[in-house]
T-cell receptor, first 115, second 114 residues
């Protein structure tokens, strides 16, 4: 199956700094990618839909100025957590649809810890 | 709007016993349904998916699920639990279009007792 990678897998940063997480579709193109956040022992919550060549679509309650999404190419979407705070510490997972309807491939996730 | 409800945040079964994880869905359109498994500190792995073909869907690792429209259910089963099945399981739903988002349930932690 298709592969989606994320980088970095883990990041620790100080409060107030910004962190960028990359999501790449390795052997297929993705005009759409999805960003999820998962707090410990909880489910995945959809944060936003990343659209190549246009603005991202954010879910209700997600601050678009805090979580900046850029879909720079057909294989790369980035999520930047700006002015990170400890409450932003979470597991961030991206996904990309495959060629066929209802195929969606998930990245391995990025563990963000804000001190 | 679509949603899924997973009954039981924790389920414990003995090794070799039947595994039954419950999921009910709500959807205004014919749903596409999924079960994913997540091991600690890892990403998601697709177990199986229902896409309006056969109502009984067989997946990986011996798991299967049955779509029951009358009950709006998509329960996950495995005849004989193995220690390696201990993980978090998520039921999920989408509308079935290629770029459609997937909505996840809250998850069920499966514990396997020796």
């Amino acid at each position: 199956g298709a592969v989606v990678s994320q980088h970095p897998s883990r990041v620790i940063c100080k409060s107030g700094t910004s962190v960028k997480i990359e999501c790449r579709s390795l052997d297929f193109q993705a005009t759409t990618m999805f960003w999820y956040r998962q707090f410990p022992k909880q489910s995945l919550m959809l944060m936003a839909t990343s659209n190549e060549g246009s603005k991202a679509t954010y879910e209700q309650g997600v601050e678009k100025d805090k979580f900046l999404i850029n879909h720079a190419s057909l294989t790369l979407s980035t999520l930047t957590v700006t002015s990170a705070h400890p409450e932003d510490s979470s597991f961030y997972i991206c996904s990309a649809p495959g060629l066929w309807a209802n195929e969606q491939f998930f990245g391995p996730g990025t563990r963000l810890t804000v001190l | 709007a679509q949603s899924v409800t997973q009954l039981g945040s924790h389920v414990s079964v003995s090794e070799g016993a039947l595994v039954l994880l419950r999921c009910n869905y709500s959807s205004s359109v014919p749903p596409y349904l999924f079960w994913y498994v997540q091991y600690p500190n890892q990403g998601l792995q697709l177990l199986l998916k229902y896409t309006s073909a056969a109502t009984l869907v067989k997946g990986i690792n011996g798991f299967e699920a049955e779509f029951k429209k009358s009950e709006t259910s998509f329960h996950l089963t495995k005849p004989s639990a193995h220690m390696s099945d201990a993980a978090e399981y998520f039921c999920a739903v989408s509308e079935g279009k290629r770029d459609d988002k997937i909505i996840f349930g809250k998850g069920t932690r499966l514990h396997i007792l020796p």
